[in-house]
C-alpha cells in the first residue's frame, strides 16, 4: 500500500503564486511516475503535471509556461509551484502516483484564485 499527503492549497489573488507539496509512504521499491491532478466543479478530473518514472515531465497545454513540477524519487516527495494563477485554475488538486502496477491518489486540496 502506498499512502499521499497533499498540501498547500488556499486563496490567492489572480497573478499570485502557491505551492503545493505532496509525500509518498508505504511500498515503493522502485522509480514511479508523481504528479499532480485537479478536478474544478462539474468537470472531469484532469491531468496538470507528471514526471514519469523515466524523468520526463508533460504538462497540460493550459498550465505551461506558469506551473513547475519537481520531485525527488528517492525522497518520495514532489511538489508543483503555481505561478501566474488564473481563476479558471480554480480546482481541487490531488497528488498522483503510479507505482505499478497501481495508481494512488492524495486526498486532495483546495487552490481557489479569486480576487
Known sequence: QVQL???????????GSLRLA???SGSIF?????GWYRQAPGKQREMVAMITSDNRINYAESVKGRFIISGD???NTWSLQMNYLKP???AVYYCYAYVTPFGYWGQGTQVTVSS
Open 88 to 90: 479558471e485554475d480554480t
Open 73 to 75: 524519487n528517492a525522497k
Open 30 to 34: 522502485s522509480t514511479y511516475s508523481m
Open 5 to 15: 499527503v497533499d498540501s498547500g492549497g488556499g486563496l490567492v489573488q489572480p497573478g
Open 22 to 24: 505532496c509525500a509518498a
